[in-house]
């Protein structure tokens, strides 16, 4: 951060009032001296300078990592219960997962109506003899939709149900694929009161390579859904697909295997600029314009923020690589490498918002694979640059972050093994990335807690996760907690970091300096031989 103007403007008084109290109250022989005398007063000023930022520094942050977190267990389950997922509506906050108490496996739902606080009873929303699982959440004012992949049709399927009632009540599941075969991994978002959907399906020749991407859209709150468009057109091995959507564009990643290709799983890239009536033609990011294929790839991650939209992957060479555009996907920079060469990065995430993008990944050596560390990188400046790689912890494993579109907070969550078992650690920061707080934990228990997500909603972070301390070790139950944020933002200043911008600052404060001491020593009229 630019050293801050309120910093000098504490730290200059408190110079000046200093040297004007020794050259008139005191004679010390190096004071006698104006050369010395000037040197030592900047020499001063600059100690002052880092002792005023780390004064106010830490009395403007508040340690939260002693902070005692109340967790709910949503599920309750006998057997056990994974894959949460929550949507959160002004105070309403909507929770689904797996649950294999009942039958082969159903999607289980619960309702918060005062910000996670208390939950109401838990509906079943398949309730059928299928194994359903991987179940996706929205929520847009009274409307709650979920859509899942259940077996309960032989081969899975893709299904939806909704609530127009606030989670009250929901209708009768509908089947959205016709395939005969396999659809899986749906994902659903919403964008001006729009549905879209993504998911893959198995048209023909084996698993995984048969695999296609499709995508459908509601434009009726979920009554009823276009026919399906085939996203890959032919190309087979689909996969891993990621969907954003804002104002009228919807952005899609996924990997796919070109049968002409050996190398492997390689990132494709579409986009509708329509509302997805029409998408355009896939392009492939993971080939740049100097033909250089940085695949197989895996961990596809797409953001945008107006019209620059962001894509980043995983190498061939356990690297992470980033391209950015800034006409809405039509073309693409050539990728940047963001991890170094001597580790092995894996498992990239991102988020954006206005002009700033943030990233995490997984990092190891290769000769310490016991150690994984979370990687942290920020780009202010819309993925022109990015600043210098933070490592947020040594032990972990399925990170996640998330932002406040309205805001300036970021926060990260993953389950780190640093005590031997594995504990939900959080951190967060309330100036855009410059500045993380201590790591909080979460989850604080004797069991493995795992597989956390997160949303930031005005001053509350919600996180959910599996965790096996509840039912003494012996079986997985999805747990819940609520951080209230609004009183740990506060101002912070950090330690100045001195770049070419500030170097016409600090010139003229020094400057400054000495115009005041020659003031002083005229007016003061002491002789200097």
């Known amino acids: 951060m630019i050293l801050s103007y309120r910093i000098i403007a504490i730290c200059l008084v408190k110079v000046i009032t200093l040297v004007r109290v020794i050259f008139h109250r005191y004679t010390i022989p190096i004071f006698q001296n104006r050369s010395l005398s000037i040197l030592l007063t900047t020499l001063i000023f600059w100690l002052l300078i880092f002792s005023c930022s780390s004064q106010i520094s830490s009395a403007s942050v508040k340690d939260l990592s002693a902070t005692p977190i109340r967790s709910t267990n949503l599920s309750n389950s006998i057997i056990s219960a994974f894959h949460p997922r929550i949507a959160v509506e002004d105070a309403n906050l909507y929770a689904v997962w797996t649950d294999m108490s009942v039958g082969n496996g159903d999607i289980s739902f619960a309702k918060s109506q005062d910000n996670g606080s208390t939950f109401g009873k838990t509906i079943n929303l398949s309730s059928n ?5 991987l179940a996706n959440i929205a929520a847009n004012g009274n409307d709650v939709y979920v859509a899942w992949q259940d077996a309960s049709y032989g081969n899975f399927s893709i299904l939806f149900t909704k609530s127009t009632d606030g989670g009250i009540t929901f209708s009768k599941p509908i089947k959205l694929t016709n395939n005969t075969i396999l659809a899986q991994f749906p994902q659903l978002v919403i964008s001006n009161n729009q549905i879209y959907l993504i998911w893959t399906e198995c048209i023909k020749g084996a698993y995984p390579d048969c695999n296609e991407l499709f995508f459908t859209r509601s434009l009726d709150n979920g009554t009823t859904f276009s026919k399906p468009i085939n996203l890959s057109h032919g190309v087979g091995g689909a996969g891993a697909a990621q969907i954003f959507a804002q104002d009228n564009s919807i952005f899609v990643v996924w990997l796919a295997k070109p049968m002409s290709d050996a190398g492997g799983n390689m990132v494709y890239f579409t986009k509708s600029i329509d509302n997805g009536e029409t998408f355009g033609n896939n392009t492939i990011l993971s080939i740049d314009e100097n033909q250089s294929n940085s695949c197989p790839c895996s961990y596809p991650s797409i953001a945008a923020s107006g019209k620059d939209v962001y894509a980043l992957w ?46 995490i990944w997984d990092e190891h050596r290769p000769r310490d694979s016991t150690s994984n560390q979370l990687i942290f990188v920020r780009s202010t400046d819309d993925g022109a640059t990015f600043d210098r790689a933070r490592i947020l912890s040594n032990e972990s494993v399925d990170a996640q972050i998330a932002t406040w579109q309205q805001g300036n907070i970021v926060n990260v969550v993953w389950s780190d093994l640093s005590n031997g078992s594995a504990d939900i650690l959080m951190t967060t920061s309330y100036d855009n990335g410059t500045s993380l707080v201590k790591p909080l934990n979460i989850s604080n228990n004797l069991g493995n807690s795992n597989l956390a997500q997160e949303l930031i909603v005005g001053n509350r972070v919600y996180v959910v996760w599996t965790d096996n301390s509840p039912s003494n070790f012996s079986h997985l139950d999805v747990l819940f907690a609520v951080v209230p944020v609004h009183n740990m933002i506060q101002q912070r200043y950090t330690m100045p970091e001195f770049s070419s911008s500030s170097l016409p600052l600090v010139a003229s404060v020094m400057v400054l300096i000495i115009l005041l001491m020659l003031i002083s020593d005229k007016r003061s009229k002491i002789s200097y031989k």
């Open 314 to 359: 995983q190498s061939n060479n356990n690297q992470i690589l980033f391209r950015r555009s800034i006409d809405e996907g039509r073309s693409f920079y050539n990728a940047d490498k963001l991890s170094g060469s001597e580790f092995i990065a894996s498992k990239p995430q991102m988020n954006a918002v206005h002009n700033y993008i943030y990233l």
């Open 129 to 133: 003899s299928g194994r359903s699982d």
